[in-house]
Nanobody, 121 residues
Framework: QVQLVESGGGLVQSGGSLRLSCAAS????????MSWVRQAPGKELEWVSD????????NYADSVKGRFTISRDNAKSTLYLQMNSLKPEDTAVYYC??????????????WGQGTLVTVSS
């Protein structure tokens, strides 16, 4: 079955960096665009970034553009999110999801537990 396991979250000071990872299994990872999505406490889901199946094309939400970088290693079936210049408003649970910004919500049932990122001011 499909498994998505996020890791790399933690507590970091404002201006700091973190690198999130998402280990995927149970499907042909290299055939799928992938997204990072986040949910801040008491707020709705927010799409953060996506990357096409080959890794050559990426998109970012305006709120993270220039600070976050999405990448993937298809040989390892792993998705990454490098987060720099973190702000308190980046505090959220981060999930990886199959699909791009137009389709990621379709596969909510296979999302993992997410990884919590907390940015202190």
């Amino acid at each position: 079955q499909v498994q998505l396991v996020e890791s790399g979250g933690g507590l970091v000071q404002s201006g700091g960096s973190l690198r999130l990872s998402c280990a995927a299994s149970g499907f042909t990872f290299s055939n799928w665009a992938m997204s990072w999505v986040r949910q801040a406490p008491g707020k709705e889901l927010e799409w953060v970034s996506d990357i096409n199946s080959g890794g050559a094309s990426t998109n970012y939400a305006d709120s993270v553009k220039g600070r976050f970088t999405i990448s993937r290693d298809n040989a390892k079936s792993t998705l990454y999110l490098q987060m720099n210049s973190l702000k308190p408003e980046d505090t959220a649970v981060y999930y990886c999801a199959p699909g791009d910004y137009t389709t990621y919500e379709r596969y909510h049932e296979v999302w993992g537990q997410g990884t919590l990122v907390t940015v202190s001011s």
